[in-house]
């Protein structure tokens, strides 16, 4: 940057771009970035007249406002939309600008009235909406939106379509679907990490160890390895229930990429299965930084505050997470989880209205509909259980569905009856517990009832973290403890998000 003032350099600086004064700061400020020096880095970026800043000068300042030490969000908004009054495609700062939570309309008119926007791209629209509802936590309508563009536009198939389309299905929480547009778009693009990585995490969920192996596999055979790749082998380790490489190669994926928010969250869930909860806390509080439109964030936060008996914050996470996640069946079971914790029978007859929001939401969620079927049995209305398992199994026989149908016909003392939905869960999935155990407690007597099976609120494994809920069950029926949920601290949310 120090320079002789004469003619001679005044010409070359003119002749070759590189050596022009705006190049060469560019260069210096993406040398300090690499250095981890980012005010370094926007002071040489700064020192330039706004009128002279080129899209990309405009373009790594409003990501060093977004991604450094002292984040300005305001700073990055601003030159954001600098870059896209001279390049309206520019699809990284679109994207930016509604992760930093600008309305989709006004980025939209950004794009729109822009006078150099070329033509024939009607589908540029529908991607900002896809993107405005992901980060708007509308992961659903996401999909869908995303799923348009596929059908209806030539980028049918396009891998990172295709990858977007996997993703908001897998932040929604429907697994099997999001596995089958992800393993798509790995089968276009094997190199993928748009794909690869919430794959890896699906795979899991789905219980497909060896897919996940044979994933972990491929991406070991890669020279160099960057965080994502890392991630799928710590993902892999972890399924495997090999906890301390899972650890090590996190770290790793951490340690290249601060950012990496499953890389964050892999450890959180590591560390509250370890019951280190204070630790678990501080990694899903780094991805909620990164990430607060991911719904596990706020379902981690959660469990820590349960297992440290820490009830306020857990029921400020759950009422957020209903706040946020207004679409979401999984914010309102979570929420109702915590209702039928309570001593307080108010509480308990709200826990049904969420879950009746959560099933109205999606009928088929199989939490939601495995929490009402116990609640149902509770208060005695079998009937209504028994209809509404027979209507699930009509359209997914799950093993589960068909256990508890069994401990209906048990309760009912239809032994002959309880029998055949026992055997039925049990050739779907021969280490059913539920049905082992029911069928257990028929051969030692029909007439006498297993009390641990006629409702398992508090038992119910989570459906898609390696964790129990002793914690939760044992924060919800200390004998030395007054009843923590006994103020109506839900009434007001009920009345916000239900009536």
């Not at 992961?139 to 995303?146: D, I, R, V």
């Not at 993928?192 to 055979?221: C, G, R, W």
């Not at 009928?363 to 027979?390: F, I, R």
């Not at 030692?444 to 609120?457: A, E, H, I």
Request: proline share 2%; charged share 25%.
């Amino acid at each position: 940057m120090l320079r002789v003032k004469n003619t001679q350099l005044v010409s070359i600086e003119i002749t070759y771009e590189q050596f022009a004064e705006l190049e060469t700061r560019y260069r210096l400020a993406r040398s300090y970035r690499e250095l981890d020096e980012d005010q370094k880095a926007i002071a040489i970026l700064q020192a330039l007249p706004l009128k002279s800043r080129t899209p990309k000068v405009n373009m790594l300042l409003a990501h060093l406002w977004q991604y450094g030490q002292n984040v300005e969000n305001a700073e990055a908004i601003s030159a954001y939309k600098e870059v896209l009054g001279d390049c309206p495609m520019a699809l990284g700062a679109i994207e930016a600008l509604l992760m930093l939570g600008v309305d989709g309309i006004e980025v939209n008119s950004l794009v729109v009235n822009a006078s150099a926007l070329p033509k024939h791209i009607d589908w540029l629209s529908s991607w900002i909406k896809a993107h405005a509802q992901l980060y708007g936590r509308d992961h659903l309508e996401a999909s869908k939106t995303f799923q348009a563009i596929n059908d209806n536009t030539k980028f049918h198939q396009n891998y990172y379509l295709l990858a977007l389309i996997g993703k908001t299905l897998y932040y929604y929480g429907r697994y099997i679907q999001a596995q089958q547009y992800l393993e798509t778009a790995v089968m276009v693009n094997p190199h993928s990490t748009e794909a690869i990585m919430p794959l890896a995490v699906v795979y899991e969920y789905n219980q497909k160890f060896s897919q996940l192996d044979k994933l972990s596999t491929h991406i070991s055979n890669i020279k160099e390895l960057n965080s994502d790749h890392w991630f799928v082998v710590a993902e892999n380790c972890y399924a495997a229930g090999q906890i301390e490489k899972a650890i090590s190669f996190a770290k790793k994926a951490i340690e290249l990429n601060e950012r990496n928010v499953e890389a964050q969250l892999l450890r959180g869930r590591i560390c509250l299965q370890l019951k280190q909860r204070q630790e678990a806390i501080s990694y899903f509080r780094a991805a909620q930084c990164i990430a607060g439109y991911r719904f596990e964030v706020y379902k981690g936060l959660y469990h820590c505050y349960v297992g440290m008996k820490r009830r306020d914050e857990a029921q400020a996470m759950c009422a957020l997470a209903v706040r946020y996640f207004r679409n979401s069946p999984r914010s309102y079971v979570m929420f109702a989880r915590v209702l039928l914790h309570s001593n307080n029978p108010l509480a308990k007859k709200s826990a049904k209205k969420f879950l009746a929001k959560a099933l109205e939401i999606d009928e088929h969620y199989s939490v939601a509909v495995a929490l009402m079927a116990d609640v149902c049995q509770a208060n005695g209305e079998t009937q209504e259980a028994s209809a509404m398992l027979k209507k699930q199994v009509m359209t997914f026989p799950n093993h589960s569905y068909f256990s508890m149908l069994g401990d209906l016909r048990r309760t009912l003392r239809d032994l002959d009856g309880a029998l055949e939905y026992y055997t039925i869960a049990l050739s779907i999935e021969p280490n059913d517990r539920r049905a082992l155990k029911g069928v257990n407690a028929l051969t030692r007597g029909g007439d006498k009832q297993d009390q641990d099976t006629s409702l398992m609120l508090s038992r119910m494994r989570d459906e898609e973290w390696q964790i129990d809920d002793e914690a939760e069950e044992s924060s919800s029926h200390d004998d030395d403890d007054s009843d923590t949920y006994s103020d109506p601290f839900w009434q007001d949310l009920e009345s916000e998000v239900i009536n």
